[in-house]
């Protein structure tokens, strides 16, 4: 059941994204940043907790999740350290996300040649 859950969730929020691609203007740089805001608003009012309860591994894959990491640390980390927290939260849970980004798009540059 939890890789139906998992499936449906996933499913929904790409079919989402690709009506916004095919019906607006909309960039796909557009629509991921706009994931991105909507996973972390539905953090701040831990609407994203009940997802993750529901669907499972299917909440925490899509870009929406990326958000919720970002707000979830900052959140988490305000408690202790006030305002100087919001960066060091941001960055502590997301890191290894971010880092391996990093590292990965490098080695694909430094390996292939562009085009131009």
Known sequence: MNYIMSFLFCGFVCAVAQLIYEYTKLTPGHITCSFVVVGAFLDLFHFYDQLIKIFHAGAMLPITSFGHSLMH????????????GLAMGMFDLTAAGISSAILFAFFVAVIFKSRS
């Open 73 to 84: 640390g900052a959140m988490h980390m305000t408690k202790e350290y006030g305002v100087f």
